[in-house]
């Protein structure tokens, strides 16, 4: 039997050089002179603050600009809330999810039953997925498929075996 697994990680090393170019641009720009404006690195979390909702804004476009230009992709990206901080600033967190959480994992398996291919099976082993079938040309289009699907997770796909 042939099978694949769907997976969703995303590389911290990435998010970590990410988010140290985007603190040096802050840090050397005109317009965030001033503003007490900070993006880090937290636990599971993107920790942003600045003195203005418009600059908080810009900081996110400028940590978004440098996760693109790592091939971080957006959709492991949640932001929360912008919330008010004391001293008169604000501040949001950006929660990086990484895993197939077990909704996701039975939508993504309803979505594979649904491609009506013949002798395609899936099934959920932890924060992962396992597609099994005898051709791998099925296979290869159930990659296809999931590949043009919208999940709000960015999913990968690894151990191909024949």
Request: net charge neutral; proline share 1%; aromatic share 4%.
């Amino acid at each position: 039997m042939a099978s694949f697994d769907v997976v969703s990680k995303v590389d911290m090393q990435e998010i970590r050089n990410a988010v140290d170019q985007a603190s040096r641009e802050i840090a050397n720009r005109y317009d965030f002179r001033n503003t007490g404006s900070a993006v880090e690195l937290g636990e599971g979390a993107i920790n942003m603050r600045s003195s203005t909702e418009d600059r908080l804004t810009a900081m996110r476009q400028v940590l978004e600009e440098k996760l693109v230009r790592r091939q971080v992709s957006l959709k492991a990206v949640h932001y929360g809330n912008v919330e008010e901080a004391g001293g008169g600033t604000v501040r949001q967190a950006a929660a990086l999810q990484a895993g197939i959480s077990s909704d996701r994992a039975r939508e993504l398996n309803k979505f594979i039953k649904g491609l009506g291919i013949k002798g395609v099976q899936s099934q959920t082993q932890g924060d992962q997925l396992r597609v099994n079938s005898k051709k791998r040309d099925d296979l290869q289009t159930v990659i296809a498929e999931l590949k043009a699907g919208d999940f709000d997770v960015p999913l990968q796909f690894e151990n191909f075996r024949d």
